[in-house]
């Protein structure tokens, strides 16, 4: 389950420090099976920011969980008008270095799979394949009473329709695909309900509060089994959805590496954590293993 966030994770000061060695990373590749798990961290370069890094959004919001948002129909309104807002940003944001390099790791047969704890969708965009999206992706919506499932670019349009004219200008835009708006600009912002059954209508995506469907733990929790070891790219590891694959890993003996600028609360199980920026570490690597990554599509 992912709790709210605002029951945040401290770094203590007894954590294993920070390296900028990228040698136990290329190694780890260069034997192959690398599992890789990312987060936030990884997206930031692609002008998504990261909730607990630096310029972090936790201190100013605090993302919509799955109880308010079925429980209130206001809760749902400033939701949708928010996300709607969101997902245009979400709609223009380009893979970086980071998603080319692990797309360009998986070509060339280094990666036995991805986990990502991201919802944008650019692992995928740059070609990654098989990637297993843990909290889903938010070009999809599904509705809570039929199960219907449409393309987020319909209901897109469709709310376009039933809001002309809204266009407010958000003072940010969330790692989940919310953005910052007033209850002032979110305004009276209509809401469309699902055209099967006329349920109501949620992305798909595992909300704070939500468990994140039993089958796909059991997926990941196979593919670190079947992994050689894990490589964690951006990720604070803060909730446990992510950390209990690091805690397997480490359990299992399985090499744990972890490249985030800051602490993460995996840090005491990891073999090192590299703290330098992704797009340019994995860049380096790549390059160390003479993997080019402009045979990457951008």
Not at 101 to 130: C, K, M, P, W, Y
Request: net charge neutral; with cysteine.
């Amino acid at each position: 389950m992912r709790m709210r966030p605002t029951l945040s994770w401290t770094p203590t000061a007894d954590l294993p420090p920070g390296t900028t060695d990228l040698e136990p990373v290329a190694d780890a590749l260069r034997t192959g099976g690398v599992l890789v798990l990312s987060g936030a961290g990884i997206s930031t370069e692609s002008g998504i920011p990261d909730y607990r890094g630096e310029g972090g959004s936790l201190s100013r919001h605090t993302p919509m969980t799955y109880q308010d948002f079925t429980a209130s129909p206001q809760a749902r309104r400033r939701y949708w008008a928010r996300s709607h807002l969101g997902w245009r940003t979400f709609g223009r944001a380009r893979p970086n270095d980071g998603h080319r390099a692990v797309a360009a790791f998986g070509r060339h047969g280094l990666l036995s799979g991805v986990i990502t704890q991201n919802v944008d969708g650019l692992h995928q965009a740059v070609g990654s394949e098989d990637v297993v999206e843990l909290h889903g992706g938010l070009d999809r919506v599904v509705c809570l009473s039929c199960g219907a499932r449409i393309a987020r670019r319909e209901l897109a349009r469709r709310l376009e329709e039933a809001n002309p004219g809204f266009d407010p200008t958000a003072s940010a835009v969330n790692p989940d695909g919310d953005a910052d708006l007033t209850d002032a600009q979110v305004g009276d912002f209509h809401v469309v309900p699902c055209t099967v059954c006329g349920g109501i209508l949620k992305p798909d995506v595992v909300f704070f509060g939500e468990s994140v469907p039993p089958s796909r733990v059991e997926h990941c929790r196979r593919l670190v089994r079947e992994a050689t070891s894990l490589l964690v790219l951006g990720s604070s590891l803060t909730v446990m959805s992510g950390l209990r694959f690091v805690r397997q890993a480490s359990d299992a003996g399985k090499p744990v590496l972890i490249v985030n600028r800051d602490p993460t609360r995996g840090d005491r199980h990891a073999l090192a954590r590299v703290a330098l920026p992704l797009g340019a570490a994995l860049g380096t690597v790549a390059g160390r293993l003479g993997i080019p990554l402009d045979e990457v599509a951008a």
